[in-house]
């Protein structure tokens, strides 16, 4: 399955979405709900779970996407999955969820700003159960949340990036009157882009202007055949 670069997320980030999932188990009276992130190791990131702890180990575990669980058909397929009974599934009935004895199951993908897959969030159950049609849409509004946040993390990320690249110079700067070179805050006189390239991300490449290309040209014929009217 083909991943973005996985995102650095900020541990508020995390905390809302275990918020997320403990008020999704709570509105739709199951024993636990996860948020689960997809990482680079092919595998899901477990938020969530059953009075702190996780339908696949402990907080914040990590589930192979090869297995045969839930949350994994759900990111594969990029589809809603809802197993109402797997003990009635001649497929689901052996799955790892099912073999920690959540027969019945409710998830929806989660997906970044630009639809590729970013993983899911889900719902289970130890008893057969159908999960209504306004906890399924209130699962797809928090999925939809998560990934409007996600949208204000790469925002984030970039800003920060730009940030980086640019140091600004703030105050007076002493430049001298003739010469136009620059005291630093150690006393040294520069040259303007010598002092400009130690304060900041900028770089120079070099050139003449017209003016100061006809004070050292002007008197040359190669010149004056290529600017007429110049160099008088």
Known sequence: MDKKKPLKLPPIAVAK???????????????????????????????????????????????????????????????????????????????????????????VPIFRPDQEIFGSICLFDRKPNEFSAPIQKVMKEFAEIITDHLELIQANIKLEESLKEVRTLQGLIPICAQC???????????????????????????????????????????FKDKHPGQGK
Not at 189 to 215: I, N, P
């Open 17 to 107: 979405w275990r918020a997320i999932a403990d008020l999704l188990a709570e509105l739709a009276q199951v024993p636990a709900a996860t948020v689960n992130i997809l990482d680079e190791e092919d595998s899901l990131r477990v938020i969530g779970g059953e009075h702190g702890g996780e339908p696949a180990g402990q907080p914040d575990a990590r589930v192979d996407l090869g297995l045969k669980t839930y949350c994994s058909a759900v990111v594969n397929s990029r589809e809603p999955l809802t197993v109402p009974d797997a003990t009635k599934s001649a497929f689901w009935k052996d799955s790892e969820g099912a073999k920690a004895g959540y027969i019945a199951y409710a998830g």
């Open 180 to 222: 136009k070179k620059i005291r630093d805050d150690k006393g040294f006189w520069q040259k303007v882009e010598t002092y400009l390239e130690g304060h900041s991300q900028a770089r120079f490449t070099h050139g003449l202007c017209e003016d100061c290309m006809e004070k050292l040209y002007g008197h040359e014929k190669w």
